[in-house]
């Protein structure tokens, strides 16, 4: 879902079949703790200033410093929720999506970043099949829908969505275990940490859980197809829809984008071992902006 | 417990730990509105499953929301994801469960869910489809209801009649070695229709600061008292549910 990438900061680009996109002049994101830098520093609590999307940390090189070395007139509004899922609860991406519907000034970028919690809500199934209590594909794509309809709807004419892969959080398991007795002794069941992955013993059944993820990833992949050519009615204003995913690990694309990124202990914090660390988010900023139309850069080599 | 000290990164310091701004998970039991319809009934009210005691018609409201099938899951658990597309939030509902008085979810397939009313009416819903039923609520269903981004919008009148009821519904204990610096209470019960659960607190929930004051197993019916009786500053809550963290901020009318 690459569109054409650009090397030079301040230039106004031209994008797949000759529609000119230019940088935004306003940013608004969608998301969960990760786009609120939940416990980036290692202390708890949302640091929206370590957020891969929302940053002004230095540290960290979010899209919105990138984009704002576009356009220094940038400006943002976030609407990222800690706990949020892509399809449940009260904070959906389509909750999200209408709250940036309703801004007084609607940005013409809004990055998309959910679906670890869609993963970790769900009850740990006890039969053979460990996907058995997460959402099917329908229930995923008719979530992803409910949002994206809202946007193509409100959003001005050439503004961008850019919707990133879902996190492999089965991953958990191993970088925890690496990483600390605490995250998987302590934290990780106390605190109710991920529990169908973080619980779970059985690399075979994680796997499972892993491919589910991989199938959201590509039903999203091909949505967001369908949304960006307008192939199925739902954007008729012509909203360049686009996402970051390049196949899954087991196809090749280990480190591609942020849904293949295999991410280890030094990735995550060590205080919840859930959340990326500043070094994390840095790399997840890197890919983001990648996969963007004005951006630069290979995954693999900021997933390094 | 003793304190936990890190192998990788170090004891959790205190003020680190002071600083814990942590959230809950999207509530998932998110007060469903919708256009009111017409008034509840004696006829209504003899027909529900599980009227509260001693209500009269007028505690109750009927409305219709537009429900969307986002989709169904069977495995052991089964649910379906059903969205109000008013308000945009969504909840999974169990198979049996009630989706408001009147409603329950009492089959559900591939692609498809059925919503019984409490006379006996069944309606299909298809995945991906929308209907408006008729909902009856009590007053107490909407005592407590969420705004989205941590925000919470409370009834103190109504929600005080709900403790009247049903109490507070809630039991906690220390916590005080998971987090140095930071002591914190965790939820070990949360009944039905008590006030923590109204507020959209769960088992399992960790809670460190309402009001900015450290909370205490034996505070629980004083935190109570917050909440029931209306004020012009919000309520506000740091805790931590499953890794997802943010401050809550109850206002309370």
């Known amino acids: 879902m690459k569109s054409v990438r650009v090397l030079l900061l301040g230039v106004a680009v031209t994008g797949l079949a000759g529609l000119a996109y230019a940088a935004p002049t306003k940013l608004s994101n969608i998301g969960d703790s990760i786009s609120q830098g939940f416990g980036a520093n290692s202390i708890p609590g949302d640091h929206p200033d370590l957020s891969f999307a929302q940053g002004t940390s230095e540290d960290v090189g979010s899209l919105f410093l990138r984009f704002l070395a576009l356009d220094p007139s940038l400006t943002q509004e976030p609407e990222s929720v800690s706990g949020a899922e892509l399809v449940g609860g009260g904070d959906s991406f389509a909750a999200q999506a209408s709250r940036v519907c309703a801004q007084a000034v609607k940005p013409d970028h809004v990055t998309v970043m959910l679906g670890g919690n869609d993963v970790c809500n769900r009850d740990r199934s006890d039969t053979a099949d460990a996907t058995a209590n997460m959402y099917s594909l329908d229930t995923w794509l008719n979530g992803l829908r409910a949002g994206l309809d809202q946007l193509a709807a409100c959003l001005p004419a050439g503004a961008t969505v850019h919707v990133l892969s879902v996190p492999r959080v089965d991953f958990l398991y191993e970088a925890g275990h690496d990483k600390s007795f605490w995250c998987f002794d302590i934290i990780w069941p106390v605190a109710g940490i991920c529990r169908i992955v973080t619980a779970e013993d059985d690399p075979a059944r994680r796997a499972q859980i892993g491919a589910r993820i991989d199938e959201y990833n590509e039903a999203t992949t091909a949505e967001l197809a369908a949304y960006d050519t307008n192939a199925n009615g739902r954007n008729p204003a012509g909203l360049h829809i686009l996402g970051d995913w390049e196949g899954s690990i087991d196809d090749g694309g280990e480190n591609t984008s942020i849904g293949a990124f295999v991410f280890g202990e030094e990735d995550i914090n060590g205080v919840d071992c859930f959340h990326p660390n500043t070094g994390g988010q840095s790399k997840l900023a890197c890919v983001a902006w990648s996969s963007t139309s004005e951006g630069a850069g290979e995954p693999t080599v900021c997933l390094q | ?253």
């Not at chain 2, 007060?31 to 005691?53: F, I, K, M, N, S």
């Not at chain 2, 498809?112 to 309606?123: F, K, M, R, Y």
């Not at chain 2, 109570?224 to 809550?248: I, Q, W």
């Open chain 2, 1 to 253: 417990m003793k304190r936990i000290a890190r192998r990788s990164s170090g004891t959790v310091t205190a003020a680190t730990a002071a600083m814990l701004m942590l959230a809950a998970c999207a509530p998932g039991d998110a007060g469903q509105v919708g256009r009111d319809e017409a008034p509840v009934t004696d006829g209504d009210l003899a027909r529900l499953p599980a009227p509260e005691p001693g209500a009269q018609p007028s505690d109750y409201r009927a409305v219709a929301p537009a429900l969307r099938l986002l989709g169904v899951q069977r495995g052991d658990r089964p649910f379906a994801t059903i969205m109000d597309t008013t308000t945009w939030q969504a909840r999974n509902v169990a198979l049996g469960e009630p989706i408001s008085r009147n409603l329950s979810l009492t089959d559900m397939g591939d692609g498809w869910a059925e919503i019984t009313d409490s006379s006996g009416g069944v309606q299909r819903m298809a995945v991906g489809g929308e209907l408006s039923p008729r909902q009856i609520r009590h007053k107490f269903d909407d005592a407590a209801t969420y705004a989205g981004k941590g925000v919470w919008n409370v009834v103190a009148e109504n929600l005080a009649a709900a403790r009247v009821e049903y109490g507070i519904g809630a039991t906690a204990v220390e916590r005080d070695d998971l987090f140095e610096g930071a002591p914190c209470i965790q939820l070990t019960a949360v009944d039905r229709g008590g006030v923590f659960d109204r507020l959209g607190f769960r088992r399992g929930d960790l809670l460190f600061e309402i009001d900015g004051q450290r909370v205490l197993p034996g505070d629980l019916e004083r935190a109570a008292d917050r909440f029931t009786s209306a004020r012009e500053m919000p309520v506000t809550v740091r805790m931590l549910r499953g890794g997802s963290a943010n401050a809550l901020a109850y206002h309370i009318y």
